[in-house]
């Protein structure tokens, strides 16, 4: 069974910084690309950054170019997002997704439960 | 707002056929694969309809996706009260370089 399990929100003042994780299971991780897709209320779905199955290849939404970086780490079968010069607006639910291929041009399939991130004072 | 355009609500009674529509631009459902997901509240989104319509094992035979030019649809037959929440789309552009959503419809049975 396919398991996606993020890690790392939380509550985070303006301007901070943090780590999310998303550990994988039930798959080949190093065969899939992954994602970081956020959610909130008022903005619907927003996919936020790619990363190829190898991690060679990085996509990122222009909303956050600069501020988050995406990396994975194959030998331990998790991606992570650094979140960083967080504003107000950044918050929302965090999810990881799978892609169903080893790039990201097919949109993902399997997405893990998510993790709540809150910038505020 | 957006990229691609989805009805904001949707609804239909038990039994009933319902259609939802996802509109895009030759940069991303012209050119690329579209997926359906439904979202239960609180919950993470789950795939329907992946490749334009192919479903994942699990997924009713209730479900099926179809895809024409920079549209597509995902039809629902036999509707049932499990079936109510949010239905996103999703597709990659190629001018964006980023995945695109529609903005979600919410099914209600009547």
């Known amino acids: 069974e396919v398991q996606l399990l993020g890690s790392g929100g939380g509550l985070i003042q303006p301007g901070g910084s943090r780590t999310l994780s998303c550990v994988a299971s039930?798959?080949?991780?190093?065969?899939?690309?992954m994602s970081w897709v956020r959610q909130t209320p008022g903005k619907g779905l927003e996919w936020l950054s790619g990363i190829s199955a190898s991690g060679g290849t990085t996509y990122y939404a222009e909303s956050v170019r600069g501020r988050f970086t995406i990396s994975r780490d194959n030998s331990k079968n998790t991606l992570y997002l650094q979140i960083s010069s967080l504003r107000a607006e950044d918050t929302a639910i965090y999810y990881c997704?799978?892609?169903?291929?080893?790039?990201?041009?097919?949109?993902?399939?399997?997405w893990g439960q998510g993790t709540p991130v809150t910038v505020s004072s | 707002q957006s990229v691609l355009t989805q009805p904001p609500s949707a609804s239909g009674t038990p039994g009933q056929r319902v259609t939802i529509s996802c509109s895009g631009s030759?940069?991303?459902?012209?050119?690329?694969?579209v997926n359906w997901f439904h979202q239960l509240p609180g919950t993470a989104p789950k795939v329907l309809i992946y490749?334009?319509?192919q479903r994942p094992s699990g997924v009713p035979d209730r479900f099926s996706g179809s895809k024409s030019g920079t549209s597509a649809s995902l039809a629902i037959t036999g509707l049932q009260s499990e079936d109510e929440g949010d239905y996103f789309c999703a597709a990659w552009d190629d001018t964006l370089n980023v995945v695109v959503f529609g903005g979600g419809t919410k099914l209600t049975v009547l």
């Open positions: 030759s940069s991303n459902m012209g050119t690329n694969s």
């Open positions: 039930g798959f080949t991780f190093s065969n899939h690309a």
């Open positions: 490749n334009n319509n």
């Open positions: 997704a799978k892609h169903p291929t080893n790039t990201v041009f097919l949109p993902p399939t399997y």
